[in-house]
């Protein structure tokens, strides 16, 4: 992979029926065979460049499949009608009653829901751990382990793993290294720090948007392949196949995706050193302080900086609500979940994301009441949003005015 991520993105170029600088949207959802014996051949996966129906693939699901593969720099991707779709076929696909996953305890709250009271329902088991641990991450490693399942850089908290030390265990135990990108896209590139699969969740940044959910499993031919298979593919049979309509319009919000990410991490790097200087505990992975900086800066593909996530925690629950809906009424943001959108979002954690995880675990996983988490958004003036968010942070009174 010689090229940059977003190079690779670059140099695709797909044109339409009539030459359209867009390509066709393929708008059926079963396709006509001139001959049976192809027809035949296309069900057997025989038939290269063939399509069947659309719950399979489409050509715009392929495009854009293509296109994410070459970012993540793999061989082949398979889009989903979500993030969780994407997901939760990949690791039926990777785990069959009787196996084992170990998978960081602070991931997004639905993957933790899913493994912690659905997978088992399927006989598969699940040991939470701390993945920035690498040694209670081997200890965890049971005979029946099949996949270590982590975000590169977690949610709420902003862990970081270490793609490179887990792809070492993984390998050496003959595991799967499956990684949730969803909050780095560009800024980490799992595969070449050793992961096996790479998932997104297109939902946030990639889409950038907030028009759609989506989601991709980026990895090899093999397991892209084994994912479609008619007879025991996860994505062909539990079926959370994206809309081609959809696929085309998050493909050319694909192409703005280094252009928003770097503002996105310009913003968030600003805001946090400011939120610092305040005297907010501030989380953010571009932040000297934070105990993942040194390993992010290492990882990373520096142009496009260390995201647009960060957290503060304004003492309580109720400072947090206070300080939000003041935040929104000054049009500094919308208090919603999700990321990745043009403006800056906000929730805390605690009871909405994260509200899967019991309040003892939150504890334990350091994630406090007063959590606040931003996604940044792509505003022109950054220090101009800053002055207008500490007036409201005067007024709610977590900031003292003489300090303001
Ligand atoms: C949102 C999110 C998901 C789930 O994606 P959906 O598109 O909402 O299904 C998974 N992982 C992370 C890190 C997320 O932020």
């Not at 390509?23 to 063939?50: H, Q, R, V």
């Not at 997901?87 to 170990?102: F, M, N, P, Y």
């Not at 560009?186 to 998932?199: E, R, T, Y």
């Not at 509200?355 to 003892?360: A, L, T, Y």
Request: proline content about 2%; charged content about 20%.
């Amino acid at each position: 992979m010689k090229n940059k991520p977003a190079d690779r993105i670059q140099d695709l170029q797909y044109f339409g029926e009539f030459g359209g600088v867009n390509p066709s949207i393929s708008d059926s959802s079963t396709y006509t065979f001139l001959s049976a014996k192809t027809m035949f051949d296309t069900f057997e996966g025989n038939a290269e460049g063939c399509y069947l129906y659309s719950r399979h693939s489409s050509p715009s699901n392929l495009y854009l499949g293509e296109a994410l593969a070459a970012m993540e720099g793999t061989e082949a991707a398979n889009v989903f009608a979500s993030g969780m779709g994407a997901i939760t076929a990949t690791l039926l696909q990777l785990c069959k009653a009787g196996d084992h996953i170990v998978c960081s305890r602070t991931i997004y709250g639905g993957t933790y829901a899913f493994l912690k009271n659905f997978a088992v329902q399927f006989g598969i088991q699940t040991s939470f751990v701390d993945i920035t641990n690498l040694e209670a991450v081997e200890i965890a490693i049971q005979k029946n382990t099949k996949t270590i399942y982590c975000e590169s850089l977690s949610n709420p908290l902003l862990e970081v793993a270490d793609l490179k030390s887990l792809a070492r265990i993984s390998k050496k135990q003959h595991l799967k290294l499956v990684v949730d990108n969803t909050f780095s896209p560009l800024s980490i590139s799992p595969i070449k720090l050793g992961a096996d699969i790479v998932i997104h969740s297109l939902t946030k940044f990639i889409n950038g948007s907030s028009d759609t959910v989506g989601g991709v499993v980026c990895g090899s031919h093999d397991f892209i392949n084994a994912l479609r298979n008619v007879n025991d593919g996860a994505a062909m049979l539990l079926g959370s196949t994206m809309d081609s309509l959809r696929a085309a319009s998050v493909l050319k919000n694909l192409r703005t995706l280094h252009i928003r990410m770097k503002q996105h991490s310009y913003n968030a790097l600003f805001l946090a050193h400011k939120f610092q200087e305040d005297g907010f505990r501030t989380v953010y992975p571009g932040l000297k302080n934070h105990q993942g900086n040194e390993l992010f800066s290492e990882m990373m593909n520096e142009d496009y900086g260390y995201g647009g996530m960060l957290t503060i925690d304004v003492g309580s629950l109720n400072k947090a609500n206070e300080l939000m809906e003041l935040m929104q009424k000054k049009n500094l943001g919308y208090l919603a979940v999700s990321l990745g959108f043009y403006k800056t979002l906000f929730s805390a954690p605690g009871s909405s994301t994260s509200s899967e995880i019991p309040e003892e675990e939150q504890k334990l996983m350091g994630l406090s009441n007063g959590l606040i988490r931003f996604s940044i958004g792509l505003d022109n003036d950054i220090a101009r949003t800053y002055q207008i968010i500490k007036e409201c942070m005067v007024e709610v009174g977590v900031l003292n005015t003489e300090m303001a």
